[in-house]
């Protein structure tokens, strides 16, 4: 009976303090493998963006079949392409990681990371490995300046995707290596790899070639309470971002060429924007964005809006050509 007695007074006394503990960090309970006492930002920043933790389903060893045999893409709908040495060119549609965000893959036997959030239009590719380790990676549900918070599965930790860093627990403070990738139209990614492969339809029940954003990149950012970009650019404004610098899409699809530090940007026309239309391939012309080095070398890039960049590089340099 003591016993009993002496076990009831400790949970008495420790059930404030549990209390306490989840007023501080409200995540902590959803996520009790998270190493909370590693972080590199502020809890506060973090909602929750609706879904719950893997309410929007990752994508995992994707099927792939020959572009030649796709019939189902429109030529204008976006897609995210990677192209490694000595192995096919590989194509991610939009109109699959609108309703998944996340693709673990594997070429050629070197793992890849695809990504994009469509809050922030931040599409970027990621080597996955961590000193040597390969990490498989799930969407939260949770934002950060209205950018998606991914998470490893092998330690909970979470990472900010528009900077593809650790935030959050064991790998806090890490950054993964962003590989090359273009966002392109279909058209233009068969027209450069007639022999490339695209990722087949995932076994999901999604309104695929829908877009469920309908008019969000002229409207205003989602659940984003943080200050507007300077210079009188409009928060939903297309940047092509390189390192810690921002081209408005505005001036380059203007000058369909710009040659500015060491770096050469090109636009075509021929892709839609995947968050106009109820259609993905239906959308208003942004255009096709290709950047390179002065030897022609592709150069890595991602083309966030212009609100995005200015949360998540608040020192950056913006590209105005004045």
């Given amino acids: ?26 995540f902590a309970a959803d996520w009790p493998d998270t190493d909370f006492d590693r972080a590199e930002i502020d809890l506060d920043e973090i909602i929750s963006g609706g879904p719950p933790k893997d309410g929007i389903p990752a ?20 897609v995210m392409s990677v192209d490694l040495p000595g192995q096919p060119a590989r194509a991610y549609p939009i109109r699959y990681l609108m309703w998944h965000e996340i693709v673990n893959d594997s070429i050629g036997g070197v793992p890849v990371l ?5 809050l922030c239009n931040t599409g970027m590719v990621f080597d996955p490995r961590v000193n040597g380790r390969t990490l498989s990676f799930g969407v939260s549900g949770l934002l950060r300046h209205s950018d998606m918070i991914m998470y490893d599965r092998e330690t909970e930790s979470w990472w900010q995707q528009a900077l593809g860093q650790g935030v959050v627990g064991t790998h806090a403070g890490r950054e993964l290596t962003q590989l090359p990738a273009l966002m392109e139209s279909w058209a233009a990614f068969r027209a450069t790899h007639p022999d490339g492969l695209v990722m087949d339809e ?87 964005i290709r ?19 200015h949360a998540f590089h608040p020192d950056g340099l913006w590209m105005l050509g004045n």
């Fill in 1 to 26: 009976m003591m016993r009993r007695r002496a076990f009831l007074s400790s949970v008495a006394l420790l059930w404030p303090l549990a209390v306490a503990a989840q007023a501080r960090n409200p």
């Fill in 59 to 78: 994508i995992s060893d994707p099927r792939f079949i020959d572009a030649a045999r796709e019939t189902r893409l429109e030529d204008r709908e976006p």
């Fill in 291 to 309: 950047v390179t080095d002065a030897a022609g070398r592709d150069v890595v890039h991602d083309i966030p809006f212009a609100f995005a960049f």
């Fill in 202 to 288: 995932p076994d999901w029940s999604r309104d695929y070639g829908s877009n469920p954003y309908v008019g969000y990149d002229t409207s205003r950012p989602f659940l984003y309470d943080g200050e507007n970009p300077p210079h009188g650019i409009d928060p939903l404004e297309r940047v092509v971002r390189v390192g810690n610098r921002a081209w408005p899409l505005s001036r380059l699809s203007k000058a369909r060429e710009i040659r500015e530090t060491g770096l050469v940007l090109r636009w075509s026309e021929g892709q839609a924007s995947a968050l106009d239309s109820r259609s993905i391939g239906g959308g208003r012309e942004v255009g096709n």
């Fill in 114 to 118: 695809v990504t994009f959030c469509p």
